[in-house]
């Protein structure tokens, strides 16, 4: 490999790993830089002639093998969008990698960490949930709750009309108008966290 290029991938700040491919989803590792091993919890870890299998078992369910036969096959650089790959049952990983082939058939896979964005997309899940929640009460519970009071005043009033009914349902009525401007501000808030999360 060009001394340069390995320089470049040996202190790149990007994790990276060359793989050499022995036959169909049988990758073994070429170079696996410094910032690659840290990232991912194994930075002494004997990966010299390795296949990716022996390093990390459950390498298959992350997909990528499929994306380095395409790129193998084709010579066109593909990108393995964000995946999650299981280490141990309390350990995971959030990766994506961008793949190419070398002119000498290696391939090879530039990465960074991801799980800081992943954990902030999992929060604006959880945030999407709790405004659905509160939307949800604040539409169908306490809005029920106060056209039904404002509905029995209404019939009140016709009987019998009086200026203390009349304030009561004065405030009512503003109290209905400020949860429907509650509900479409948080009706707003869910609309920007979908369209940012599940686009």
């Given amino acids: 490999m060009d001394q340069l290029l390995l320089n470049y991938f040996k ?13 169909k989803d049988r990758y073994r590792f070429v170079l696996y830089n410094t910032t690659g091993r840290k990232m991912d919890g194994v930075p002494d870890i004997d990966y ?6 022996d390093l990390f078992p459950n390498v298959h369910e992350f997909g990528i093998f499929e994306k380095l036969e395409e790129v193998f096959k084709t010579g066109i650089p593909q990108e393995h969008q964000l995946k999650t790959y299981k280490i141990s049952d309390d350990h995971y990983l959030y990766r994506t990698n961008k793949i190419q082939k070398l002119s000498n058939g290696y ?5 960074h ?20 929640n509160i939307f ?25 009309p009086s200026d203390e009914l009349k304030k009561i349902n004065t405030h ?3 109290i209905e108008d400020k949860i429907d401007a509650l509900s479409s501000s948080i009706s707003r808030g869910m609309k920007k966290i979908k369209q940012e999360v599940f686009r």
């Fill in 11 to 23: 202190n790149s700040l990007y994790g990276i790993a060359v793989y050499e491919r022995v036959e």
């Fill in 48 to 53: 010299e002639g390795k296949f990716i299998e």
């Fill in 107 to 111: 391939m090879v896979c530039q990465y």
């Fill in 113 to 132: 960490d991801e799980s800081k964005i992943f954990d902030l997309t999992d929060r604006l899940v959880q945030d999407y949930e709790t405004f659905e």
């Fill in 136 to 160: 949800n009460y604040s539409e169908y519970k306490v809005k029920g709750d106060f056209s039904i009071v404002h509905q029995l005043i209404q019939v009140l009033l016709k009987k019998q």
């Fill in 172 to 174: 009512i009525k503003n």
